[in-house]
């Protein structure tokens, strides 16, 4: 019955995926033409326009799995906010606020740094180990 419904539920596989590869294929095009160190006015324009195309199909193939009944709402929401977790850790992680790639910590190195994120977005903790 509807009791045990819920049992059986866990969060969206498609969601997780669309959201995550959505997001972080965003941020790079962010880190290259939005905020990035070489960003002009017109890759600015063309950039956001690319990172609102991507977030709305990733936001369709999630949603889809709640239209089509194949997920409860919050397994299509926990999966799309899991997809983007990952996303960001994985790409400030690699990647700092000017779009380039962050310095490689060197063997035995343990670094710790907290960095102005892009823009008004606040700040990145950024852990470097090896």
């Given at each position: ?68 009944g194949r997920h409860h709402f ?42 102005p994120g892009p823009g008004e ?10």
């Amino acid at each position: 019955g509807i009791w045990f419904d819920g049992r059986r539920s866990f969060m969206s596989g498609h969601s997780v995926s669309a959201m995550n590869f959505t997001t972080y294929l965003s941020l790079s095009i962010g880190g290259q033409y939005v905020w990035g160190r070489d960003a002009t006015a017109l890759s600015r324009s063309l950039g956001l326009a690319a990172q609102a195309v991507l977030l709305t199909s990733g936001v369709f193939v999630a949603g889809s799995r709640f239209d089509d009944g194949r997920h409860h709402f919050g397994d299509v929401m926990t999966g799309s906010m899991f997809g983007i977790a990952v996303a960001n850790f994985s790409y400030w992680r690699r990647f700092g606020t000017n779009g380039r790639p962050r310095p490689r910590a060197k063997p035995g190195e343990t670094t710790v740094s907290l960095d102005p994120g892009p823009g008004e977005a606040g700040l990145a903790l950024t852990v470097r180990y090896l």
